[in-house]
């Protein structure tokens, strides 16, 4: 069984300043993590994902998460936040076996404070 | 052009009527999903085809039923709707359920009122 925990469910940053969104996630095999983003009204959109290699992973809009099998993390950053940048943020892993099933995590609603 | 699309974006609807929601993408995946979110935000599959074969079928009362006539469309179906069935319910697909790490492109999502 997989699961995902992502720590506030509200985040708020003023705008240029860090932005940091927890994510953890249970798995008893190697998991495939990823993050979305889904802006008001919206479908979701992929910001990046981690399969194997590099830990560090790059996404869209400046954004970047760290695989750590060691804390079982995948915490979501960007070093300067923007104003377009509020939107709902939703974490998910799955993994190998038949199914694939894709498990998200609660949700962390970020606001960017002018 | 719209990968995935979905119709109607809004439905409003009294309890126990029946109603139906659409599916297609143009991107050729094998694989495709149903979610429903509910009003916290908390997404959970409902359902999941590929190729046209049923591969997921999480607790979901059988009032839903999917249909699939072709491995781009995949329907939705809801009969005697129940207050608890609003939500917003969103249509994705997959290159292929198969590959590691495969992406998941969402719809813009259903919103259905039962009232």
């Known amino acids: 069984a997989q699961s995902v925990t992502q720590l506030g469910s509200h985040v708020s940053v003023s705008e240029g300043a860090l932005v940091l969104l927890r994510c953890n996630y249970s798995s008893s095999v190697p998991p495939y993590l990823f993050w979305y983003v889904q802006y008001p009204n919206q479908g979701l959109q992929l910001l990046l994902k981690?399969?194997?290699?590099?830990?560090l992973v790059k996404g869209i809009n400046g954004f970047e998460a760290e695989f750590k099998k060691s804390e079982t993390s995948f915490h979501l950053t960007k070093p300067s936040a923007h104003m377009s940048d509020a939107a709902e943020y939703f974490c998910a892993v799955s993994t190998s076996g038949s199914a694939r099933q894709l498990t998200f995590g609660s949700g962390t609603q970020l606001t960017v404070l002018p | 052009d719209t990968a995935v699309s979905q119709t109607p974006k809004y439905l409003v609807t009294q309890m126990g009527n029946d109603k139906s929601i659409k599916c297609e993408q143009n991107l050729g995946h094998d694989t495709m999903y149903w979610y429903k979110q509910d009003s916290k935000k908390f997404l959970k599959i409902m359902f999941s085809?590929?190729?046209?074969?049923?591969?997921i079928n999480e607790t979901v009362p059988n009032r839903f039923s999917p249909k699939s006539p072709d491995k781009a469309h995949l329907n939705l179906h809801i009969n005697s709707l129940e207050l608890g069935d609003s939500a917003v319910y969103f249509c994705a697909s997959s290159q292929n359920m198969g590959l590691a790490g495969s992406e998941q492109f969402f719809g813009p999502g259903t919103r259905l009122t039962v009232l």
């Open positions: 981690y399969t194997t290699g590099a830990t």
């Open positions: 085809y590929n190729n046209k074969e049923l591969i």
